[in-house]
């Protein structure tokens, strides 16, 4: 069974495949802010450089955020079209929970916070248990709001000076969302976004009357 795993929650894409036990494939793009333009050909490159097609995928699984709103899109709406194409399950997973495992394999060891840039001078984060266990959240925060715990994430790169103790990675990633998925270490959900507010850009409202 290869599992293709992606998450655009943040400003870079995130590419695994995972088969027999094993992340056989990870890659993570170097250029942020372009999901769009960089989704499918490191989809592409991934199952080339494993002597793999598209076809032997035979589930994929996709960070659903929360995250900003155009990267949340781009990754979902590759996820859902993939699935259809290849007639295979797809599953979703919340990317805090992807990121607080992550933080944990490398070797937090305490109730933590788990955070991702949401811009706008804001944090989405959740706390977790030391054993990467959702206690509170998903919310979306200024980083003088967060509990005052040990912090992993985006929170500590943008905002050093707000936070104490920091640890563990910068973000999730799809190698552990590949990993986690496969030994059911995550809770499993639709693969739609989770935004906790609206996006940046909206459709404009009718013209106002000229008086």
Same mark, same amino acid.
């Given at each position: ?13 995130? /590419? ?6 094993? /992340? ?178 909206? /459709? ?8």
């Amino acid at each position: 069974m290869v599992l293709l795993a992606l998450d655009t929650s943040t400003p870079l894409v995130s /590419v695994a495949l995972h088969d027999d036990g094993l /992340v056989i494939d990870a890659a993570t793009s170097e250029q942020p802010m372009k999901h769009g333009e960089q989704l499918a050909p490191m989809i592409a490159a991934a199952l080339e450089r494993v002597g793999a097609i598209r076809q032997d995928v035979t589930a994929v699984a996709a960070g659903v955020g929360p995250g900003p709103f155009t990267g949340l899109r781009v990754g979902l709406v590759t996820a859902r079209t993939l699935g259809l194409a290849l007639d295979i399950p797809v599953y979703g997973a919340c990317s805090l929970d992807v990121l607080a495992l992550r933080a944990v394999d490398h070797g937090v060891k305490e109730p933590f916070l788990a955070t991702i840039d949401a811009r706008r001078k804001e944090l989405f984060w959740a706390s977790y248990d030391e054993e990467g266990r959702r206690v509170d959240g998903p919310h979306v925060d200024r980083p003088g709001e967060l509990p005052d715990l040990l912090v992993a994430g985006a929170g500590p790169v943008l905002y050093p000076g707000e936070f104490g103790r920091t640890a563990g990675p910068e973000g999730p990633d799809a190698a552990t969302l590949a990993m986690a998925v496969a030994e059911e270490r995550l809770e499993l959900m639709d693969p739609e976004p989770i935004y906790l507010r609206r996006p940046d850009a909206t /459709v404009p409202g009718p013209p106002k009357k000229v008086s």
